[in-house]
Structures are given as C-alpha cells and as structure tokens.
C-alpha cells in the first residue's frame, strides 16, 4: 500500500530564505507525483506535476525535483516571501488499480516571516 | 467558469439526515474524482469517473456513501444518515485524459454534522 510522508511538518522562515520541503514515498511504481497549495479554508492549487519519467519540474521561484528509485521528491522555493505562506501537499499516483486516485502527504504547512 | 465549481460551500446537517453535494467539473475534462478531507489530514480519495462510470470506488468508506455523474459531466456526492463522524471538507476535481494529466481541485465544501 502506498504510503506518503512530509517531512518537516510544519517550517517557520524569515523572508527571502531559501527553503526545501521533502516528501517521500514507498513504492516507486508511480506514475507521476504533483506538488500542491493550500490556502486556510481553501481548495488545492496545483504547482507543479511531475512525470515518473521525469527528473525535476520547475515554475518561477518554485523547483520539484524527483527521484524515484529512492522514494523521493523536493520542493524548492527561492526567495521566500510573506505570500508564500500555506500549506504544501505532496501526492502520488500509482500504477495499479484505476491509476486514478492521488495519495495524499499531510503536508507541510509553512509561514514566512517579514 | 474556468475552473471547478462546489456547491454548497459550507452545509450544517443534523446527524441522520441525507445531503447531497454538487461538483461541476472544467468544461471537456473526462475524469472527476471526489476526495475528503478532515482537519490536519491530506485529502482521501473516495472515488473516482471516466466519462459516466466510476472507474474506482475503492474509496467510499461504507454503503451510505454514494456518487453518480449522469452526462459525463457534473457529479453529485450523496450521503445518507450522516454521522458526525462525516464532517469534513469534501474536494472535487477533474482532469483530462491525457498528459500531463493534472488534477484541478475545486474550493470544497465543508460538511458539518450535528
């Protein structure tokens, strides 16, 4: 059973850090991983997807990065700034099944200081 | 609209009582998928169509839980005798059938039971 994890659970930065957020996955037979926003009280906005044949997706400040073999997927933000603050949810999907459904990490809610 | 649509945003419902909750999907997207979401959690899938059929209900969490989308286009997620064990955000999103296949959520709707 597939089973995603986002480490740290919740980030404090001050404004203009550099920062990384982790996710991890345990089976590797995925079919795509997507990085997403969630604002409080809000819908997901998605950042950024990734194919299982790719190694890194990148969108402005934002860079994903993937690497399957080891279960695994960053999320970069350079220059951290006040509006990047909410939470950021790593799923998965996974050959088998329907090849529908994402699965979810609990995320990592971050707050940047100004 | 361009984006997913919820409908209601927010409903309060006493325990034992039947709702009904609304997604519209972005205009020729194939695929709907419905997730819920409790407090601190990522969503969970519950399920998932191809044009009108539920290619995936391996999420529904019991025989109360039940979806339908009639046209291939609009879904409705209907649950009976609601317990307050059900009181979640209830997410809705929707995809095309080819890559990059990213899945587009809607605002959610916040279900309250009583």
């Known amino acids: 059973k597939q089973e995603v994890t986002q480490i740290p659970a919740a980030l404090s930065v001050p404004e203009g850090e550099n920062l990384v957020l982790n996710c991890s996955f345990t089976d590797s037979a995925i079919y795509n991983l997507q990085w997403f926003r969630q604002d409080p009280g809000k819908g997901l906005t998605s950042l950024l997807l990734i194919q299982s044949s790719q190694r890194e997706q990148t969108s402005g400040r934002l860079n994903a990065s993937l690497d399957k073999s080891s279960g695994r997927s960053t999320l970069y933000i350079a220059a951290s700034q006040p509006g990047d603050s909410a939470t950021y949810l790593c799923a998965v999907r996974s050959y088998g099944g329907s090849q529908g459904n994402l699965i979810f990490g609990k995320g990592t809610k971050l707050s940047v200081k100004p | 609209g361009a984006g997913v649509s919820q409908t209601p945003s927010n409903k309060v419902t006493e325990k034992g009582k039947y709702v009904e909750l609304r997604c519209d999907p972005i205009s020729g997207h194939t695929a709907l998928y419905w997730y819920r979401q409790s407090l601190g959690q990522g969503p969970e899938f519950l399920i998932y169509?191809?044009?009108?059929?539920?290619?995936?209900d391996s999420g529904l969490p019991n025989d109360r839980f039940f979806a339908v989308r009639p046209e291939g286009s609009v879904s409705t997620l209907k649950i009976q005798r609601t317990e307050r064990g059900d009181s979640a955000v209830y997410l809705c999103a929707s995809s095309s059938d080819r890559p990059p296949d990213t899945q587009y959520f809607g605002p959610g709707t916040r279900l309250t039971v009583l």
């Open positions: 169509f191809q044009g009108t059929g539920a290619a995936d």
